[in-house]
């Protein structure tokens, strides 16, 4: 009987998984890089691994060590991206509602005590990079953001203290700013 128990708990936390999030932009994006993994990189480093295998002895055999240690990074990636991607719940660009913030979004917003403008694009958590704009919708800003109007002003507790946005403009995917 317990190792029944056990199996509905595994099967009850499989279902529990969390949903990723994604803009179309970001589902083509790792289903181009999974591909380049499983074509391009996978034959690479089984090539590496062969020419490797061809120079001898395989105990002191950097070359060897290196191109397993890669193919098992490829390999945990492509897991990774397969991982992501089962769990995908993609935002249609037509279904992004310009009324308020929303997943797809791309946002103008003023730092009120800075009083200086910024642009964010909000996206799922795995596509999330604040180098390039990206922010994620269960980041401390991306919550406050979801859901505002245009003219609305959100505040977010931050551990510096509060910050305080007024959300500028909102600019739906397809629209000529985005």
């Not at 917003?109 to 910024?118: G, N, P, S, W, Y």
């Amino acid at each position: 009987m317990g190792a029944q128990l056990h199996n509905e708990n595994f099967q009850e936390d499989d279902k529990m998984e969390k949903k990723n999030i994604l803009t179309y932009e970001g589902l083509k994006k790792l289903e181009d890089e999974l591909h380049d993994l499983k074509v391009v990189r996978r034959a690479e480093v089984a090539q590496k691994i062969k020419e490797a295998r061809e120079q001898g002895d395989l105990s002191e055999n950097a070359e060897y060590d290196a191109a397993k240690d890669e193919q098992r990074d490829i390999e945990a990636r492509i897991e990774e991206i397969e991982k992501i991607l089962k769990n995908a719940e993609v935002v249609l660009d037509e279904e992004v509602d310009t009324g308020k913030i929303s997943i797809g979004c791309k946002v103008k917003i003023r730092d009120m005590e800075f009083k200086e403008d910024l642009e964010y694009k909000i996206v799922g958590s795995t596509e999330a990079d604040s180098l390039k704009g990206k922010i994620s919708n269960e980041s401390p800003v991306g919550k406050a953001l979801i859901g505002a109007k245009k003219g609305q002003t959100v505040t977010v507790e931050t551990q510096a203290g509060e910050l305080k946005y007024k959300v500028l403009q909102i600019i739906r995917p397809g629209d000529k700013d985005y």
